[in-house]
């Protein structure tokens, strides 16, 4: 369920105070459309140059998401905004970012934005996983997987973006910069790939043309096909559940895209 979004001059001045101290004096703040997680997301003009803050209530059930951007944005860096402040309050929890200046990503079949993002995922796969509290992939699916002992074959070292909506992707001087790290993971390398091609195909691609696009990512190699074949299953029963709480057409081509790969992993 989203968020519901409110004003920047509408947050407590308090906070507006904190927020300031690390940006300088603020002249205009712009609320943003796009996503649905956060109740504050503007772009601030400020002294300090452009920034991005988001945040939400600290009561909000899913606050944790703010402790995980915050947690590994020092990691990275090369690839992604830098995190210049995280305030928790009494009420609040907010972060700012520098603003990445570009445009989502189009992962339309042909896109030549596509063999960026490759390149960029090539890079937070060299990225060594650092010993932080975040979610284990083996945990995170197994609640998905058909055996319970299937979950073990996403378990590795690797540390995941696996959020690879088209929003969380900013086209940005000839390079592909992620964005929204609220569900880092730690895991198997091949699958942050895995939920690419998931995106891919629900972008137009088929099972095949989506799978030769992340080929390039030395993780995808490792990757056996009874892990895989699992993966799509568990992507199935993931996105149907998510598909039966939100009538989403976006949700609903991810459970069609889920059911393919499925399908295209068994026969394969």
């Not at 459309?33 to 300090?48: M, P, Q, T, W, Y």
């Not at 995190?83 to 929890?93: I, N």
Request: glycine share 6%; aromatic share 8%; with cysteine.
């Amino acid at each position: 369920m989203a968020v519901e979004r409110m004003h920047w001059a509408d947050m407590p001045a308090a906070a507006r105070e904190t927020v300031e101290g690390c940006t300088g004096s603020i002249y205009s703040a712009t609320t943003m459309s796009e996503g649905k997680n956060s109740a504050i997301a503007a772009v601030l003009d400020a002294e300090r140059g452009r920034l991005f803050v988001k945040g939400l209530r600290r009561d909000y059930a899913r606050r944790w998401t703010q402790e995980m951007e915050a947690t590994v944005a020092p990691f990275v860096e090369e690839i992604s905004p830098r995190c210049l402040l995280r305030h928790v309050s009494d009420d609040w929890d907010l972060l700012v970012f520098d603003v990445v200046e570009g445009r989502h990503a189009s992962y339309a079949p042909d896109s030549p934005d596509l063999p960026l993002l490759i390149e960029t995922m090539k890079k937070l796969g060299s990225i060594p996983a650092p010993d932080l509290p975040i979610k284990r992939a083996e945990q995170r699916w197994k609640p998905y997987v058909v055996e319970p002992e299937h979950a073990q074959l996403l378990a590795g070292q690797a540390l995941l973006h696996t959020d690879y909506v088209p929003d969380n992707v900013i086209i940005s001087t000839g390079r592909a910069v992620l964005i929204d790290w609220a569900w880092p993971t730690r895991g198997a390398g091949w699958v942050d790939p895995a939920c690419l091609v998931l995106r891919l195909m629900a972008s137009g691609h088929s099972a095949a043309q989506a799978e030769e696009l992340v080929t390039p990512l030395p993780a995808w190699s490792t990757a056996s096909r009874a892990a895989l074949a699992a993966f799509a299953v568990a992507s199935v029963n993931l996105w149907t559940e998510i598909a039966g709480q939100d009538q989403s057409s976006w949700t609903k081509a991810m459970e069609l895209a889920a059911r393919e790969w499925a399908a295209y992993q068994a026969a394969g």
